[in-house]
């Protein structure tokens, strides 16, 4: 494996070698949990699950943090208008985010930590900066003193006259009276009357945006790890002030590799609620588009290129799903009676033509060619065998091409429905029970695999799993 990779950080592709081989540390920025997530927050988790899982396939130890920012002025702002609680709209937005990922066939995280949750961390690198110099209170309100850190600016490639529009991240405009310079932002915001806060040395406040992530990187990893993932919108102010304060208090580097994918336009421009083009996970869903096909459509683009959603553009990819499912379920329909007995069989040439693309830069188009052209005689031979057709010498051979076909498109997390005859029972509980003590088992064994394809079975048949932390798993049927 020689992964090239773009590193926003340098500007071009590097070789992606990891700090503690195999181990691979990654952190995805989260969603801030106000709101239903969009499409451009689907082209991003689908993207990094791709990276996750490639590593994963190549025998790399994934551990996989991603964050919930769940104190925010968005959402306190939502509180109030709804007139509920900051806790009941951060929940009920990440069950409906666990639902849409869940629904992609994205891959659970290891952990999700919370901004409230890290309160103690992020107070005491807050204290860290203060410590040295960086970081200064005003009647509440704590900031990072930007011309304390060395090279800011280097991942945007800005410089201090570029930055003043946004750098203060989320800050109201009347904070600028406090600060020492326009650039510096908020590490610490003291509590308005009727905003929700919690106690620390400079008062009952939350904290700035920036440093949640950099403190839950620290909680989780330490402090260097090895790849930050993100949309390109976070690379200026979010990723740049994440770096200046915590390489400041550390003085080690916080990732060696910055990847970020590009945005998401509709109809050739850019998704924004004041265009009124935009558009939610769960309206997709809901308007009937297949959650694969919808995979497929963000898969079909590198992830580092602008993504154009159009309404024809879904049609085709749903038809590609089509044809590509009926490819997949061949073997499950059709294995018994094409004399397919052997699990080992593969078609290496395909293998490493696949692995080829997506070591360029996870160039996930090639890698779907790959996937196509094992499927094309499969697709074929599904057909005459639905018009009852016979069953040839030829038809045996394609046994390892049906294998390699399921194996690589479960490395881009496209998994079909089980065909109608082997997937669990949607009328039968204990079916259900069963085929979740069967994911279990495959889980304990390290067989993700055969876990996820049994989730994505499930889910095809209407039924959600729930993974609890204490390791039991839950089921909801829609």
Known sequence: MVLRLHNTLTGCQEVFTPRQPPAVSIYCCGVTVYDACHLGHARSYIVWDLLRRYFRWQGFAVRFIQNFTDIDDKIIRRAQSEGSSVEAVTERNIAGFFAEMDALNILRADAYPRATRCLNQIQAMITRLEAKGAAYSADGDVYFAVMKA???GKLSGRDLQQQQEGASGRLAADDTDRK?????????????????????????????????CSAMVHQAFGDT?????????????HHENEIAQSETATGRPLANFWLH????????????????NFTTIQALLDEGIHPMALRLFVLQAHY?????????????????????????????????????????????????????????DLNSSGALAVLFALARPLRALAHRLQRGGDVTAQDHGL???????VELAG??????????????????????????????????????ATADRIRAQLLSQGITLVDGPDGTTHWLRA
């Open 150 to 152: 060395q090279q800011y």
């Open 225 to 237: 790890i090895d790849i930050h993932l993100g949309g390109a919108d976070l690379i200026f102010p």
């Open 304 to 360: 580092r290129k602008p993504l154009d959603f159009t309404r024809e553009a879904m049609a085709a990819v749903a038809s590609g799903w089509e044809g590509l499912e009926s490819a997949l379920q061949l073997g499950e329909r059709h294995g018994a009676q094409l004399g397919w007995r052997d699990p080992q069989r593969r078609c290496p040439d395909q293998h490493e033509a696949f692995a080829m693309a997506l070591d360029d």
């Open 261 to 276: 994918n590009g945005m998401v336009n509709v109809d050739a421009a850019k998704m924004s609620k004041s265009l009124g």
């Open 399 to 405: 046994e390892g091409t049906w294998r390699s076909l």
């Open 180 to 212: 020492h310079h326009p650039f510096d932002f908020a590490l610490w915001k003291r509590s308005r009357p009727g905003e929700p806060g919690y106690a620390s040395p400079w008062g009952v406040g939350r904290p700035g945006w920036h440093i949640e």
């Open 411 to 448: 490395v881009l997390g496209l998994e079909a429905g089980a065909a109608t005859e082997d997937a669990p029972g949607t009328g039968d509980d204990a079916t259900v029970v069963a085929a979740i003590e069967e994911r279990r088992v495959a889980r304990q064994n390290r067989d993700f």
